[in-house]
T-cell receptor
Framework: KQEVTQIPAALSVPEGENLVLNCSFT??????LQWFRQDPGKGLTSLLL?????REQTSGRLNASLDKSSGRSTLYIAASQPGDSATYLC????????????FGTGTSLTVIP | NAGVTQTPKFQVLKTGQSMTLQCAQD?????MYWYRQDPGMGLRLIYY???????DKGEVPNGYNVSRLNKREFSLRLESAAPSQTSVYFC?????????FGQGTRLTVV
């Protein structure tokens, strides 16, 4: 069974700082990896999707990398803003199991003005 | 752009009552999913449907049933609610790759 771990569980940084969130997974036979943002009491918003054949994806101030061989992904957030405060979740997808997605428990980010 | 729509958004049930959570997507996706989210445990898969007419158990299926009514709709039923089923329930859909989530149903069983 795929296990997904996110470290740290919580992170507090001053506004303007660059930061890295980590995601590790135990089974490297993944189809894709997706990063989500979740605001309190809300649903999940997709941030970046990396296919298994890709090494990274970028969207604005966000950059996600994928290293399947080591079972790791990182989400880099540049020049953090208070509006980035949220919980960030990573999920790995497996094609051979009906595209099931396995989630980490998330990193709760607070950006201090 | 409706995406994935879940109803209701909030629900309080008494132990032993039954209810159905509804989910519909308008993106013509083949796969649909039901997850529950509990503090400290992340999202756990209850049931999924890889295509219309098929359903499979996920990690935590006990106490739940599902119906893939058509390509658009995937419902989750609690036949006899228990306090342990107090949670936030999310429906999602995907077309092989990217997953899209609904806004969730916050269910409390008293």
């Amino acid at each position: 069974k795929q296990e997904v771990t996110q470290i740290p569980a919580a992170l507090s940084v001053p506004e303007g700082e660059n930061l890295v969130l980590n995601c590790s997974f135990t089974d490297s036979a993944i189809y894709n990896l997706q990063w989500f943002r979740q605001d309190p009491g809300k649903g999940l918003t997709s941030l970046l999707l990396i296919q298994s054949s890709q090494r990274e994806q970028t969207s604005g101030r966000l950059n996600a990398s994928l290293d399947k061989s080591s079972g790791r992904s990182t989400l880099y957030i540049a020049a953090s803003q208070p509006g980035d405060s949220a919980t960030y979740l990573c999920a790995v997808g497996h094609r051979n199991t009906g595209n099931q997605f396995y989630f980490g428990t998330g990193t709760s980010l607070t950006v201090i003005p | 752009n409706a995406g994935v729509t879940q109803t209701p958004k909030f629900q309080v049930l008494k132990t032993g009552q039954s209810m159905t959570l509804q989910c519909a997507q308008d993106m013509n996706h083949n796969s649909m999913y039901w997850y529950r989210q509990d503090p400290g445990m992340g999202l756990r898969l209850i049931y999924y449907s890889a295509s219309e007419g098929t359903t499979d158990k996920g990690e935590v299926p006990n106490g739940y049933n599902v119906s893939r009514l058509n390509k658009r709709e995937f419902s989750l039923r609690l036949e006899s609610a228990a306090p342990s089923q107090t949670s936030v329930y999310f429906c999602a859909s995907s077309l092989r790759t990217e997953a899209f989530f609904g806004q969730g149903t916050r269910l409390t069983v008293v």
